[in-house]
């Protein structure tokens, strides 16, 4: 364990030291000013860990939150935990962040990451891969070589395979899947050695994923760290607590089913090649399986779950569905003892039954039913309604300081909501503005004219508003909408009117798409909620960002419908308590995308005439970075007229 503090200061004053002027940040970072509220969320930090207390803060965009908990954390010669929204930012943290500030610190302590199963190489299931796909063989043996060769087992290190192969999941393992200590290859496994490394470290990077499902006791984490950690900091604590509802809930879905299917095939294949009665049931189950995401149907909209198990289809679909696998089970009683992957596949099938049945009984008490149905799979959930008993019950059981942080935390400065949320009472709660200058480099256009959302004309207007806007801006735009029916249509009617190139959620991967965006410099970019948050686009080539309507949940969501239920039967009042302040942080985090460094300069476009016509409206102006406001449009021409005058005067 690190010693507190660091060449024998105090931890508080330690902190100090390290973000002053002639501090080691100074000292190493080229270009580096000290921003006084990355030092009040440094000191806060450091106080609440040493107190054992709890913080919220939110940090606007361009504090440095990542640094004034990392800091702290680095010198605060406690077991550290920190939870971030994505595994990019965990890289990100782990791979650039830790290292340059543990050099700057001359901080020896260990550190670690650690992601879920699905992240790691799984070397039994790459040789049963290999013994079934062979038009694949030679991308399986770049897996083997580079597998060879590698510490982590990652397979972000693998980066000529690209995050979405398809056969990664054939390679890696689930929490279902797993032999555990039963695997032959146990002692070379590198799930095993990253936990390992985890739990001798005193810093330990992980997502909300993984610290969901374990603390609701999915096998999926590492439960020897966490009742050890004296400190728990959540980056992006915003997302955590639909995070928490997720991994609480229960369900069954064409991935785990399938999956099933897939992995008992490739066993029965390789240790019972004897009984086709068990590929038989297995192929009966998989088309069952198909059977009932055909009666299911659906575009991808979540319908409630209760109302579609009583159509006859879908209810004949889930009676076979469940006849197939108690068959299958039968059989599999049977094989079992033929190898650790069949008797794996049992146990397997006996957890999915369970949730089969769940299925055709009534929701679990607090919890609703809902199904999510695409063109190639389907998933059908239990999810709590108020996961703020939940959170509580883990927070009992864990002693330590939680430090909560994002620049997404307040509606109208208040936390009320994210606290509600969690059910979460913290000492402090502290709000840091931007350092950067939105009144100088940003306007918030409101457009005078806009017909309401619901309105006939509205799609039409807003292409041509879009049109006058993109000209302006060259380009250079994020179109951000609230639905994929609304990007289809401005699509369409953008298609062929403009000399710039338009880039369109769903024909790349997300991170392809973003590429793309950044290397063309003036490109437009439509996208629905994905790329609302966690896109970091910085300097000119993003200098628009346009959002259609504010984003309020479809009140006809299973979820969102539960949740408003709830609080209606609580006397609470649901618009306000709970559907603003949800549409108002996921407003701030589209509006973040704007200004990203303090030489940025951008336009906001919010096309909704809710934001003027109607009372609430004043929350979501409110909560927003201090943009100075314009109603006419030819003002964001003369903005940008301004940045090509000094793009030219520059030249």
């Not at 508080?12 to 002027?21: D, G, L, S, T």
């Not at 595994?87 to 500030?101: A, E, K, S, T």
């Amino acid at each position: 364990m690190a010693e507190p503090g660091g060449c024998g200061q105090a931890p508080a004053a330690a902190v100090e030291r390290v973000f002053a002027p002639d501090g080691p940040l100074a000292r190493t970072l080229p270009g580096y000013a000290p921003r006084a509220q990355q030092l009040a969320m440094a000191r806060a930090v450091q106080r609440h860990m040493a107190a054992g207390g709890m913080a919220a803060i939110e940090a606007g965009t361009g504090t440095g939150k990542t640094f004034a908990y990392l800091v702290p954390a680095l010198l605060a010669g406690q077991r550290v935990v920190i939870a971030t929204g994505t595994r990019h930012l965990q890289d990100q943290l782990f791979q650039r962040d830790l290292p340059l500030l543990r050099r700057a610190l001359g901080a020896g302590l260990e550190v670690a990451q650690l992601k879920g199963r699905a992240n790691y190489l799984c070397w039994h299931r790459l040789e049963r891969a290999r013994a079934r796909s062979r038009a694949e063989a030679a991308e399986l043996q770049q897996v083997v070589d580079w597998g060879r060769q590698t510490r982590s087992g990652d397979i972000a290190e693998l980066a000529t395979l690209g995050e979405d192969w398809p056969l990664w999941p054939r390679v890696t393992s689930t929490a279902d899947n797993c032999l555990g200590g039963d695997c032959e290859h146990y002692q070379d496994c590198f799930i095993v050695r990253a936990r390992r490394d985890a739990q001798r470290a005193d810093l330990v990077i992980v997502n909300h994923h993984l610290l969901a499902a374990d603390l609701a006791l999915k096998e999926e984490g590492f439960g020897e760290l966490l009742p050890g950690a004296e400190v728990f900091v959540v980056d992006e604590a915003h997302q955590l607590a639909e995070v928490i509802a997720r991994f609480f809930g229960q369900g069954f879905s064409t991935r785990q089913c399938l999956g099933l299917v897939r992995d008992l095939l490739a066993e029965q294949r390789q240790d019972a090649p004897d009984m086709q009665d068990l590929a038989d049931r297995a192929h009966g189950f998989g088309q069952a399986v198909d059977a009932l995401h055909r009666a299911l149907g659906g575009q991808g909209e979540r319908r409630p779950w209760q109302a579609l198990a009583t159509e006859p289809a879908v209810a004949a679909a889930l009676a076979t569905l469940r006849e197939r696998l108690a068959d299958l089970r039968q059989v599999l009683e049977t094989a079992a003892p033929r190898g650790k992957g069949v008797a794996s596949c049992h146990e397997r099938a006996g957890r999915l039954q369970e949730r089969l049945e769940m299925a055709a009984s009534e929701p679990p008490p607090g919890h609703v039913g809902w199904v999510e149905s695409h063109r190639r799979s389907f998933s059908v959930h239990f999810t709590p309604v108020d996961v703020a008993p939940l959170f509580q019950e883990q927070l009992e059981r864990l002693e330590a300081a939680w430090i909560f942080t994002s620049a997404t935390l307040t509606v109208d400065g208040r936390f009320d909501y994210f606290c509600q949320r969690l059910g979460v009472q913290p000492d402090e709660c502290l709000q840091l503005g931007s350092p950067f200058d939105y009144q100088r480099n940003s306007l918030l256009f409101l457009p005078p004219d806009m017909p309401d959302p619901t309105a006939s004309a509205y799609a039409g207007r807003l292409v041509a508003l879009a049109l006058d806007l993109l000209r302006a801006s060259h380009g250079r735009a994020f179109l951000l909408f609230t639905s994929h029916a609304a990007l289809r249509r401005v699509a369409e009617g953008l298609a062929g009117r403009l000399p710039y190139p338009i880039l369109r959620q769903g024909e790349a991967p997300r991170a392809e798409l973003l590429r793309r965006f950044r290397e063309l410099g003036n490109a437009v970019l439509l996208g629905t909620s994905s790329f609302w948050e966690g896109v970091d686009v910085r300097g000119p080539a993003l200098s628009l960002v346009m959002i259609d309507r504010l984003p309020f949940a479809s009140p006809a969501d299973p979820v969102t419908a539960a949740r408003i239920q709830a609080l209606r039967a609580a006397g609470g009042n649901a618009f306000f308590d709970y559907q603003v302040p949800q549409a108002v942080i996921a407003l701030k985090q589209g509006v973040g995308r704007l200004i990203r460094d303090p030489g940025d300069r951008g336009v906001l476009v919010l096309c909704d005439p809710r934001v003027t016509r109607r009372g609430y409206g004043r929350l979501f102006l409110d909560s927003l970075p201090p943009m100075r406001r314009v109603r006419d449009i030819g003002e964001v021409a003369a903005f940008f007229a301004r940045e090509d005058v000094t793009v030219a005067d520059e030249a």
